[in-house]
């Protein structure tokens, strides 16, 4: 039986189809969500926290401010669903938000945000591929932040709470940003200058590149060809495992073949749901 295609593509849904294609079916279209984690959750408290600060004057973009946009953000997991599912204890909470403060610190070694213009942050955008004659896509995401640099460029920038990969790994961690970049151009009609990820765990560092012409071509390539051999996918209902190391962190093992599980029997939604964009406030560029 045919599967029914999802609406859209993200970079994570990239990720995940590259990564597997069955972990993609059970969180694209069973919509089965991943259980939270601490390192999600707390990846997502940094980005509310970092997001606060940048929205503030120049000037005020200090150690301090920042550690009071922390706090505020701390200050609204109490109606938080996942973080209420994490059901930490005491100890636990107090290390949680201890490592979350080591990051923020950590932010400020690599870069100086009273430098930063920014023109969006956490910033939707989207926009609809042609694959063919007859089939399209809406790719879509969310920036952490866009901005001008000195010379009047575009540059996208997406914060991870993780240590940075080893160097032979990192041009490929860089195809998210790569498609924020072909959104940007797009959309606003510019290709940004620089594309980076703003590493914070470990040794905090920087991964960037320059997007070109054959960078961008090669994105819009990629996506063409994930989203048709997703399109196939569904018409033969057949999404294959495969089997790595992520298999570890992965909490769809009991419908995995390769743990003795049927994908059949993963649950469908009881309608269409699309999950929730966040809107933002930021002017567009």
Not at 150 to 174: C, F, H, I, W
Not at 183 to 206: A, D, F, H, M, N
């Amino acid at each position: 039986m045919a599967l029914k295609l999802p609406t859209s593509l993200s970079p994570s849904k990239v990720s995940t189809f590259t990564d597997c294609a069955l972990s993609f079916r059970f969180s694209a279209i069973n919509k089965i969500q991943q259980p939270p984690t601490v390192a999600t959750v707390k990846g997502t408290l940094v980005h509310s926290a970092l997001e606060r600060l940048l929205a503030l004057d120049a000037a005020d973009r200090t150690v301090d401010n920042a550690v009071t946009c922390l706090h505020d953000a701390s200050a609204e997991l109490d109606t938080d669903p996942e973080w209420q599912e994490l059901a930490l204890n005491a100890d636990d909470q107090a290390t949680f938000f201890r490592d979350a403060d080591v990051l923020i610190h950590k932010y400020f070694d690599i870069e100086d945000p009273t430098s930063i213009e920014p023109i969006g942050l956490e910033l939707h955008v989207e926009h609809e591929l042609t694959v063919r004659e007859g089939s399209s896509v809406t790719l879509r995401g969310i920036i952490d932040r866009l901005e001008r640099d000195a010379n009047g460029q575009l540059v996208v920038s997406d914060y991870k709470t993780g240590k940075a990969p080893a160097e032979g790994y990192q041009q490929s961690r860089l195809t998210g940003v790569h498609i924020y970049s072909y959104l940007c151009e797009q959309i606003y009609g510019e290709r940004p200058g620089k594309v980076q990820l703003l590493y914070l765990g470990g040794s905090p560092t920087i991964v960037e590149t320059i997007p070109t012409e054959q960078s961008t071509r090669q994105i819009e390539r990629k996506v063409t060809s994930i989203w048709s051999a997703i399109e196939t996918a569904c018409e033969r209902d057949d999404f294959r495992p495969k089997k790595s190391r992520l298999c570890s962190w992965c909490s769809y093992q009991q419908w995995c073949p390769e743990f003795g599980g049927n994908p059949d029997d993963a649950p469908f939604p009881a309608e269409d749901l699309d999950r929730p964009v966040r809107t933002n406030g930021f002017r567009q560029p």
